[in-house]
């Protein structure tokens, strides 16, 4: 496997997945047989995620379970693994009863969410160690949490979820083998994962090895022998929600082109660059605030320091709260004249100001990606 190096991605600043922001350096790669955006698990990478995870806070900003996700239209929060979970019932490819095991499952975000929808089925969760094992036990048919490889897994299950797990695995590919053998005959794989095609920040978060697209999802879904029946975009915005069989499909899904892949990430990388730039020279002299308090702002927030006053949210269980120091509004309370950025792919920035139009206050969105 040839891998091409990204040029310019060591001197961006990067941000850990739990939304904190961490220092530079780091390497990102584009394989040139299948496309994908990737880092490697090398010593200095392991090195890093160990100490991510040391002090690792799922959803701190809001001291909630589940991460919200907004409705484009209305920014209306719902929890995403309650979405989730009501789409795959809505699917109607689960029985009425069964085993769910989910995979990384912290604080049991998706297993509440899943008990509350299917009533019929009994919850396991498999995890690196026991530090959440009181709060899944309080969760309604939840029985067991493993801490054990794998393969050393004593069962087998009827659905296998990855809710934001697999991008943090040293080896997806062999993960994704291994649970294949724990799904029973019938059974199905879910793994949701940010979609890198809408969501560039995913590169710069440190412990994020692999930075899917639905292509490139699927390809190494069907390399680990399993058959996509779907790969959405629209259940949650910016992200891929993969459903799978636990045997191999009629066709395999085929990879990306490996050139227009590069180019594409060394556009992102550059617009990242430049997003950077570009709020910087804006923030000067100004009362500058930042819309999100999640990974995307978190990011721009450490780039760019002492220039940033404060942050905007439309999640209710942000308000009040601060964020890196500095204190979290709501979008009524954005003081008159200030400039919010909004550090989104530049769509997504259109509609949070359209939508946000009334403010008394700049709403400034990032230059378009150069492809």
């Keep these: ?3 091409h190096e990204i040029a310019g991605f060591r001197q961006l600043p990067r941000v850990t997945s739990d939304s904190k922001p961490f220092r530079q350096g780091g390497r990102l790669f584009v394989c040139e047989s299948c496309g994908m955006a990737q880092k490697i698990a090398d010593a200095e990478w392991l090195g890093e995620t160990a100490e991510i995870y040391r002090d690792y806070e799922m959803y701190h900003q809001s001291a909630a379970n589940d991460q919200p996700v907004f409705d484009p239209v209305s920014g209306r929060p719902s929890g995403r693994c309650e979405v989730l979970a009501r789409r795959l019932l809505e699917a109607g490819v689960l029985p009425a009863s069964g085993a769910l095991l989910d995979v990384g499952a912290g604080s049991g975000a998706m297993l509440a969410a899943f008990s509350a929808a299917c009533r019929g089925w009994t919850l396991f969760g498999l995890d690196l160690d026991d530090r959440k094992q009181q709060a899944l036990a309080a969760i309604p048919r939840f029985e067991r949490l493993f801490t054990v490889p794998i393969e050393q897994l004593p069962r087998q299950f009827d659905l296998v979820t990855l809710i934001h797990s697999l991008e943090h695995f040293p080896d997806p590919l062999t993960t994704l083998r291994a649970l294949r053998g724990k799904i029973a005959p019938g059974g199905r794989l879910f793994v949701e994962v940010n979609n890198v095609e809408r969501q560039p920040f995913d590169l710069v978060v440190a412990d994020h090895l692999c930075h899917f697209t639905p292509r490139s999802l699927a390809f190494m879904a069907a390399r680990a022998g399993y058959g996509a029946e779907s790969a959405r975009t629209d259940w949650v915005n910016k992200e891929i929600s993969l459903l799978a069989a636990a045997e191999p499909g009629t066709s395999k899904s085929e990879s990306s082109d490996a050139r227009a892949a590069i180019g594409k990430v060394e556009s992102e990388v550059a617009w990242l660059g430049g997003m950077l730039e570009h709020a910087r020279a804006l923030a000067e002299g100004a009362r500058f605030g930042i819309f999100g308090t999640s990974v995307a702002a978190t990011w721009l927030a450490a780039g ?5 006053a404060f942050f905007v949210d439309e999640d209710p269980a942000r308000e009040g709260r601060a964020h890196l120091g500095r204190p979290i509004f709501k979008p009524s309370q ?3 004249g200030a400039i919010v950025y909004l550090a989104f792919a530049r769509e997504i920035a259109d509609a ?17 990606v150069v492809s």
């Design 334 to 336: 954005v003081p008159q």
């Design 304 to 308: 760019l320091g002492d220039a940033v």
């Design 1 to 3: 496997m040839r891998l």
């Design 352 to 368: 949070i100001r359209g939508r946000l139009a009334g403010l008394p206050a700049t709403l400034a969105a990032p230059p378009a």
